[in-house]
Every structure is written in C-alpha cells, then in structure tokens.
C-alpha cells in the first residue's frame, strides 16, 4: 500500500520561497508518475504540477516559470520548489502518485504579509 508524507510547507510573506517534500514508500517509486495538487479554503483541489518517470514535468499555468517538480530516486521523494509566492498559492498542497487512491495528509502553505 502507497504511503505519501508531504512535508516543508509553512509562512511565507509574498514574493518569498518554501520546498516541499513528499517521500513515498510502498510502490516501485522509479517507475510512477507522481503529482502535487493544492486545495484552498472554499475551492476544489486543483493540479499542480506531474513528473514522470523520466523526470519530465508538466506545470498548471497558474504556477509555471515559479515552481519547479523534481524527484530522487534514490530517496523516494519528490520536491516542489516554489518561488515568487503569491497570496493565491495558498492552501493545502498534497502529492499522489498515478495510478492510486492514496493521500497523504497534506501540508499547508500560507502566503500572506
């Protein structure tokens, strides 16, 4: 069974960075497709951002050019770097790898000043 633990979010003014972590066990971590997503208070839980295998990303265009998926392997985990934060990007991000029901129980980004 997948287990996801998502990690690093926090309090950040706008225009400043924050690196989320999502480490992954129990599935061949090498071969799956993972995406962040995030939910803000009163909205429905929207993609992020996906990477593949390969280690190629896709970007929702709210977030492209200002966050970067990359993922390790060897570690089992997969990153979000999130720069130029805006008061928008808040909200619960979560990961979720393709292909699976599990969810991890998230980790909160507040941008405000």
């Known amino acids: 069974q997948v287990q996801l633990v998502e990690s690093g979010g926090g309090l950040v003014q706008p225009g400043g960075s924050l690196r989320l972590s999502c480490a992954i066990s129990?599935?061949?971590?090498?071969?799956?497709?993972v995406k962040w997503y995030r939910q803000a208070p009163g909205k429905q839980r929207e993609f992020v951002a996906r990477?593949?295998?390969?280690?190629?990303?896709t970007y929702a265009d709210a977030v492209k050019g200002r966050f970067t998926i990359s993922r390790d392997n060897a570690k089992k985990t997969v990153y979000l770097q999130m720069i130029s934060l805006k008061s928008e990007d808040t909200g619960v991000y979560y990961c979720?790898?393709?292909?699976?029901?599990?969810w991890g129980q998230g980790t909160q980004v507040t941008v405000s000043s």
């Open positions: 990477i593949i295998s390969t280690g190629s990303p």
């Open positions: 979720h790898v393709t292909g699976f029901d599990s």
């Open positions: 129990g599935i061949a971590f090498s071969t799956s497709a």
